[in-house]
């Protein structure tokens, strides 16, 4: 499966973790992504437990304006992988 296929798979996922009221929330306070489904860290968290870590999928995850996607990056990330170049892009 191509990264984009794995992306892709992965994004269509979380219409299925969906929570409006969370994602309302999280408009009304100035959080501002292209898309914002509202996931949970917890179910978030299980599905970067199913996937296991990966660099360049947490890199191209977090390249998405997508709240989830980011959030997934960060879970995916090998500490021992991570670089301080993409520290200071990540926390800027």
Known sequence: MSQSDRIREIKQSFRQMMDGAVAQSMRQ??????LNWGAT????????DEIGPDYD???????????ECK?????????EQMLPEVTDIWTT
């Not at 860290?41 to 970067?48: H, I, N, T, Y």
């Not at 959030?71 to 500490?79: D, E, G, Q, S």
């Open 29 to 34: 306070k100035g959080l501002d992504y292209h």
């Open 41 to 48: 860290l917890p179910r978030l968290r299980q599905m970067a």
């Open 57 to 67: 999928l947490a890199i191209a995850l977090w390249k998405e304006n997508v709240r």
């Open 71 to 79: 959030i997934l990056a960060t879970m995916l990330m090998p500490p």
